[in-house]
């Protein structure tokens, strides 16, 4: 069956940087595409960032130049490093992929707050 497994969240304070991770099951290469969304407080789930099977990526114009997301084939796993993190960044983060059906992971608490 598949699973998408998220890591790496936690309290960081502004200006700091984290890595989220997602594990996937099989290879990530199978998947058309594979993202990150985040989901902050009060607030409706929206696209962090994402990539294609064949390496393109997107962007949300919130994250451009701060967050930049990549993959691992031999581990099967998806990451998103987020540097200059904002209050604002605060949110459940969310690892997705798509192959006929959209997948979602549980998700991993980021705040980030002095």
């Known amino acids: 069956q598949v699973q998408l497994v998220e890591s790496g969240g936690g309290l960081v304070q502004p200006g700091g940087s984290l890595r989220l991770s997602c594990a996937a099951s099989g290879s990530i290469f199978s998947y058309s595409t594979m993202g990150w969304y985040r989901q902050g407080p009060g607030k409706e789930r929206e696209l962090v960032a994402d990539?294609?099977?064949?390496?393109?990526?997107n962007y949300a114009d919130f994250v451009k130049g701060r967050f930049t997301i990549s993959r691992d084939g031999a581990r099967s796993t998806l990451y998103l490093q987020m540097n200059s993190l904002k209050p604002e960044d605060t949110a459940v983060y969310y690892c997705?992929?798509?192959?006929?059906?959209?997948?979602w992971g549980q998700g991993t608490q980021v705040t980030v707050s002095s």
């Open positions: 997705n992929g798509r192959r006929g059906f959209t997948y």
């Open positions: 990539i294609t099977s064949g390496g393109s990526t």
